[in-house]
């Protein structure tokens, strides 16, 4: 078939069914025929998986995501898609840098914060660098439910307890 929306919504059903191949696939022919419709990365996101290449359309979406950041650097919003389409493929430190990048542009934005410190944090989950403390520590005061900035800094503060008390492995 001929319609994106189609098989964007057969993409989603392959996710919920279990079968991550299908839904690529199904995601990478909505891609194909909607290759400007950026919202399909994050349902693709659901069915990637480390070391599997995207098929041609998502690659296509991925490397156009790229080429737009290189084109308008000062544009905060292509970096965010930048960090999406780079952690999406699993390089956890290229979407830290463009969050980072994103976060220094627009630093008002409490989502380009909340994915700037969950992909610091990313990048060592069992131990949170001093990094991600710091930053969800600033997101927990713009948004104090956040229930992401709870865990890690729970987390931060139980491993240094343990640190301190000298149980830590």
Do not use: C
Request: glycine share 8%; aromatic share 6%; proline share 8%.
């Amino acid at each position: 078939g001929s319609d994106p929306e189609g098989w964007r919504r057969l993409g989603r059903s392959y996710v919920v069914l279990g079968r991550p191949a299908d839904a690529r696939r199904a995601y990478g022919r909505a891609a194909q025929l909607a290759p400007d419709d950026l919202t399909l990365l994050e349902g693709y996101a659901d069915a990637a998986e480390p070391g599997v290449a995207p098929p041609p359309g998502i690659a296509a979406m991925i490397a156009s995501v790229e080429k737009d950041m290189l084109a308008t650097p000062d544009d905060p919003r292509a970096w965010v898609r930048a960090g999406f389409a780079r952690s999406m493929q699993g390089d956890r430190s290229g979407a830290r840098d463009a969050y980072a990048r994103a976060h220094e542009l627009d630093p008002q934005r409490p989502e380009v914060l909340a994915a700037y410190a969950a992909s610091e944090y990313a990048l060592n989950p069992q131990q949170p660098s001093a990094r991600a403390v710091e930053l969800y520590g600033r997101l927990l005061k713009t948004n104090p439910d956040n229930g992401s900035a709870l865990w890690v800094l729970g987390q931060a503060a139980q491993v240094d307890a343990l640190r301190q008390t000298g149980t830590a492995s």
